[in-house]
Each structure stands twice: as C-alpha cells, then as structure tokens.
C-alpha cells in the first residue's frame, strides 16, 4: 500500500491502506462502504487516499460497516 | 473504566480509559503528556473524559507520548 517501509506508516497510512484493501477485498465499492457508514462517498475516497485526518467515531462506524475491529484497520500487513 | 460491560465500549470509550490509565501508571500529569504530544491540558483531559472526537493524527500523538502504540489504546482491558 505504500513503497515506504511498514514500520515508518504512519496510523493514518495504515488506516487508509487497510480500509481500501478490506473493502475491496468484500468485493464493495466505495459508495457501498459509504452507504453503510452513513458517510459521503466523497469522504470514503479521502479517507482511502489519506486526505482525512479522520476522527475515531468515523474510524469505528467505517470499521462496523466493514466487519472488522478498528484494531484491524491499525494494524500493518503483517500483522493482520 | 465504566460500568458498561466491556463488548458494549465505544472505541472513543476504550481510547479515553486507556490514555488515563496509560499516563497514571507512567505517573505522568496530563500537563506533561500535552506538552509531550505538542496539545493543550484542557484538551488532554477532555480527551479523557470521552468529550472528543479525536481525531487520528491526534490519537498517534498521544500514543508516541505513551511510549504505547495507537492499537494498545483502543483494545478493552483484557486484551492490553
């Protein structure tokens, strides 16, 4: 998700990185995600780009709609 | 940290009790960890007291401040 080593991503690329790759990997599109989250699509793609410095209540109703922890969206790739 | 089973905490619930667990056991004031993570008092304490809606790059500072990592501050007491 990112050419920098894994160790120096910040949380906000972890987070970005991850919620693409989960959402992608459920097979929705961002206004899927967005629907669900009772978010803007528009915001969805920011927060996938790492535009947003996005708040924790946002962070847990993405993680929700994704069926994962908000840990999970933290974690670098080979942890999760 | 709250009465509410643990399963029921909001991530922003598990962050706030885990940043004022975390600072008391380092016997840090919430002076010393804002000035640590470059906040304001007020705004440290507020974050504990679950009134903010911190935002991640926020959420990172505090934990680099910790010596903790942001995933350790959103897990619920049996999992830390």
């Known amino acids: 998700m ?16 991850n919620v693409r790759a989960v959402r992608q990997a459920n097979g929705l599109s961002q ?9 803007h699509r528009t915001y969805v793609g920011s927060v996938e780009r790492g535009e947003r410095n996005v708040s924790i209540d946002n962070m847990e109703r993405i993680a929700l709609s994704l069926g994962v922890s908000i840990i999970d969206l933290l974690k670098d790739d080979d942890e999760s």
């Open 31 to 39: 206004e899927s995600l967005a629907a669900a989250a009772g978010l």
């Open 2 to 17: 990112s050419r920098k080593r894994k160790s120096q991503l910040s949380a906000r690329e972890r987070f970005s990185g």
